[in-house]
């Protein structure tokens, strides 16, 4: 009777745990998430109005201020020209990389457990590189004229300078916009589809749905064209993303700083990118579990346990590259780059120094390794938190802080942040309030795929032991 | 003129729907007016079905050799248009062309990629189409567009097979 | 053996080194710190003042400064000696490649470092990759009336030959490029080329103590050429390959 028992619940207990073999029908789980978007509370609204007003505030009347008196009021001078707008800036493109990593590399490697939050996580690639376009646009003297830096022909006769990282960053930063709106879009057509159908006519939900879902019904030359531009999107994807932030990183590479002129910025900025964007969508599955309806069946702990160790390895990687970085620099002698090493650790902002050490490894790893504490959603979203915040200090410490000790000790000086501070927040309140919005607008999971991957599942028993197999359906 | 029907059959399980494809073309159904719609994609060799074409690779390989015309005129191009020396480095120097390429041949093939899917779906598509809103649900429909004249015949093999529904398809708005 | 760059068709860094045609030599042993080069050159280039905040803060607009270095520690400090750090017009300049505009180019013609202050939008890369950080940016509209009421007097003191800058734009030293083009258009005029000595910068011309010097360093004979020659001659941070144009004298 025991042993009876002990098999059942062994199968129960693989099919309580693992979303992929607790298959629902398609119209049930339809159902759910056309659920999950329409019900809102009061307290979603609270919170929405809430952000709205910061946004509204602290985003564009601050910006309003600052455009009108000049940067003065931020905290830029000599010799930190650069301050939190940059720190901002990399910040947010190192949160949409983790998008395009769940949803391309993921893809690439076959990786089942990423099949419900594909969508989730590139939703914050399309809303992260806003707040990155912002955090750019924000920092020069006159953006009033920053169409100037577009590669178009125009009537001044003057294309931009293409020696210079900046152009380079407008560049990818675009094509990596457009490519992860574009995979954002593709596999959501069909999930379009489903709400198209599942919406009432006469609503402006019906108008939306049916002319974003573009008539698709989901014939064989459908799904055929739309398989093979996502395969394609998943490969090719993956390289600009790496350039990306590589790209990004050359910015401070390609320059004569001492501290900034590594070769090693490339890999250590990418790494970097990965480590605070999975801590961000830890975060952002935590919430969206625990606040929208019928998602604790989509969203398990299993996945938190699967980006937990993804989590793991990634802050090993930045952990590695972080050394080589310090130890080269440390070993060199280069007087100003002892300098500067003596500034990070001991100076007045050491004590950021230490906490980026502490929330990118000593925490992560001190935490991650536990199968049982990876798979507890609020300590990995406390976890995710502080890794974000590391990885902001991070920034901190390679722009204004490496940037107050340069070859000239005349100038040395102190980076005292002003008005960034608000606008930092304004950017923060703005990225939740697109996601928020978003998540009542379209289904956040993608139910196809879901659906996709529960056929592909099944328990086999080898031996006496049941296993999960899964099936190559492509 | 005789009104052409069209038959939709809907089915909840790959097994039937292949079955009755099966015998659709015993029945003398061309494999050319038949079409399958599902809510999932299921691949042409589930369901013995003559696998489909699609232009998106060459149109993404096209794209991306765009691209990379547009990435040589940016970077060799455009600075010859207006010398300007800066920091000691050549005209156009080769390691920031490079980048320059990689970035437009990129941004060329995976716009050329959704455009195609677009072209090659006819997207956007707005006029009345057959279609039922079960499909989306998790069905396979099998939609018979040149039914031979006995449909009744058709109609009976299908529903012992295990079709959920069988009927005239109607083109509408979807 | 002698190398014809021409043929090399070398460009930039190579054919600059060979040429170089204005160049500037500073005595640290005479300078005094009295700062006279700093408040002419403020006259001459319509060089706003930024008030106390601003400057305490480091946002000071200065093209030119005058570094105090010391030993010791107090009271036993001693006075190391007085370095003026201005526009090193490099030759190499790792401004110019960096700025996405096109605002920081390398003028063929003067071979010196310029700043378009129409085309600048104000990334401050230039300033961030400057290795002697002389770069100044426009933080505010300093030289608004509608925002600073006495500016309007204080206008009348403007040197017409230099524009006036906005908020959001770099400037930096230009060697007088206003002179420079001054001198030139008069030698020109009367059909011949600009002789050393006949015009001067304006840090140049104010020194009392004649540290200073500036002129055609592309003609071996004038003054700046031998004092460039001096054996107390160096450049500074010259293992950055910059190229620079200003010669320092010291430790005489």
């Known amino acids: 009777m025991a042993d009876h028992k002990h098999h059942t619940s062994h199968e129960e207990h693989l099919r309580e745990q693992h979303l992929m073999l607790d298959p629902m029908p398609r119209g049930k789980m339809n159902e759910m998430v056309m659920e999950a978007m329409h019900t809102t509370s009061w307290k979603f609204w609270l919170v929405f109005g809430l952000l709205a007003a910061i946004v509204a505030y602290a985003l564009f009347y601050k910006w309003g201020v600052m455009i009108l008196e000049g940067l003065g009021v931020a905290g830029v001078n000599r010799p930190s020209y650069w301050g939190i707008f940059l720190v901002n800036t990399v910040f947010w493109i190192g949160i949409s990389h983790a998008g ?26 399309t809303f992260g590189l806003v707040q990155a376009g912002f955090s750019i646009f924000m920092h020069m003297g006159r953006v009033w004229l920053s169409y100037w830096l577009m590669p178009i022909p125009n009537q001044r006769g003057l294309w931009p300078n293409f020696h210079s990282p ?72 993956i390289p600009v993303m790496f350039s990306v932030h590589t790209i990004v990183s050359w910015d401070f590479a390609m320059a004569t700083r001492p501290g900034w002129n590594s070769t090693i910025f490339g890999p250590y900025f990418v790494v970097g990118a990965l480590h605070s964007g999975m801590g961000a969508v830890v975060m952002v ?87 049982k504490w990876r798979s507890t959603p609020w300590l990995l979203f406390i976890v995710g938190m502080l890794i974000n915040v590391g990885m902001w200090f991070e920034r901190y410490i390679i722009v204004p802080i490496s940037l107050t000790i340069n070859r000239m000790p005349f100038t040395w000086r102190l980076y005292q942040p002003g008005i960034e501070v608000w606008l930092g927040i304004g950017t923060l309140a703005f990225f939740i309030l697109l996601y928020m919005a978003a998540s009542k607008l379209i289904p956040l999971i993608p139910v196809w795929e879901v659906q996709e991957g529960q056929m592909a599942h099944s328990l086999k028993k080898y031996g006496r032991e049941t296993v999960v197999t899964v099936s190559e359906l492509e | ?91 156009t120097p080769v390691p920031p062309a490079v980048i320059v390429m990689f970035e437009m041949t990129m941004l060329g093939m995976l716009i050329s990629t959704f455009v195609g899917v677009f072209f090659d779906s006819l997207f956007p598509n707005y006029r009345p189409m057959h279609y039922v809103p079960e499909i989306s ?17 058709i109609t009976d093999v299908l529903k012992k097979l295990g079709a959920e529904s069988v009927k005239e398809a109607e083109a509408q708005h979807l | 053996m002698t190398v014809d760059l021409n043929k090399l068709h070398a460009v930039g860094a190579i054919a600059e080194a060979a040429e170089g045609k204005w160049g500037m030599v500073i005595d640290m042993d005479l300078c005094t710190g009295c700062q006279a080069c700093v408040a002419a050159c403020a006259m001459e280039n319509n060089i706003p003042y930024v008030e106390e905040e601003d400057a305490g803060y480091g946002r000071s607009m200065h093209w030119i400064r005058t570094e105090r270095f010391w030993e010791g520690e107090y009271p036993e400090v001693k006075i190391s000696g007085y370095q003026p750090m201005l526009c090193q017009q ?54 608004d009336s509608r925002v600073r009421p006495e500016i309007t007097i204080l206008a009348n003191q403007f040197n017409p030959d230099v524009t006036v800058r906005r908020r959001g734009v770099m400037e930096k030293c230009t060697f007088c490029i206003q002179r420079i083009h001054k001198a030139q ?11 050393d000595g006949e015009f001067t910068t304006a840090c140049a011309q104010a020194c009392p103590a004649n540290a200073i010097t500036f002129g055609r360093i592309d003609h071996p004979e004038s003054l700046v050429s031998q004092l460039a020659r001096s054996p107390r001659a160096e450049h500074h941070l010259e293992e950055l390959g910059t190229l620079p144009r200003v010669t320092y004298l010291k430790e005489g």
């Not at chain 1, 590399?105 to 969508?119: C, D, G, H, N, S």
């Open chain 2, 137 to 153: 649900d998790g069905k396979i429909a099998i939609l018979i567009e040149c039914p031979p004249p006995d449909t009744q015949k």
């Open chain 3, 90 to 143: 490099c030759g190499k300049a790792p401004c110019e490649p960096v700025c996405p505009a096109f605002a920081t180019v390398h003028s063929q013609a003067e071979q010196l470092n310029l700043q378009v202050y129409n085309r600048c939008v104000g990334t401050r890369y230039c300033a961030n990759n400057c290795p002697y950080q002389v770069r100044s940016f426009n933080w505010r509209d300093y030289q």
């Open chain 1, 166 to 237: 900046l152009s380079w960053d407008l560049l990818a930063i675009t094509t990596y916009l457009l490519s992860s709106t574009m995979y954002l879009f593709l596999p959501l057509i069909p999930d379009l589809a489903m709400a198209r159908d599942r919406t009432p006519d006469g609503t402006w939900q019906k108008v939306f749905y049916r002319t974003l879902a573009l008539g698709f019904r989901g014939t064989e030359g459908e799904w055929t064209h739309l398989r093979n531009a996502l395969n394609i999107f998943a490969f090719a994807i």
């Open chain 1, 285 to 371: 599955l935590a919430v969206v579990r625990g606040t929208m309806k019928n998602m604790k069946y989509f969203i398990r702990p299993e996945h938190f346990e699967a980006i937990g160790k993804l989590m793991l390895i990634i802050s090993m990687t930045w952990g590695y590259f972080f050394f080589n970085d310090y130890i080269v620099q440390w070993y060199g002698g280069d007087k100003w780059t002892k300098e500067l090493l003596h500034w990070h650790e001991a100076g007045p902002m050491g004590w950021m120094w230490f906490g980026m050490l502490i929330c990118n490894v000593a925490i992560p790893w001190a935490i991650l390794w536990n199968k």
């Open chain 1, 100 to 125: 395009t990593f769940i949803s391309a590399i993921l893809r690439v490697f076959k990786a089942e457990f990423r099949r419900p939050f594909t969508r989730a996580a590139e939703l914050m690639t």
């Open chain 2, 1 to 91: 003129m005789a009104e052409e029907k069209s038959l939709l059959a809907v089915f909840s399980d790959i097994d039937p729907a292949a079955d009755a494809i099966e015998q659709l073309r015993l029945l003398g159904v061309h494999d050319d007016c038949m079409n399958v719609i599902s809510g999932i994609p299921v691949t042409e060799a589930m369901l013995g079905r003559p696998s489909q074409w699609t232009n998106v690779p060459r149109l993404a390989l096209g794209g991306a050799a765009a691209g990379f015309l547009v990435g040589v005129f940016l970077a060799f191009i455009t600075p010859n248009m207006y010398t300007i020396q800066v920091g000691g480095q050549p005209f």
């Open chain 3, 185 to 195: 258009d008069k030698a020109k005029s009367e059909g011949r080329e600009v002789e």
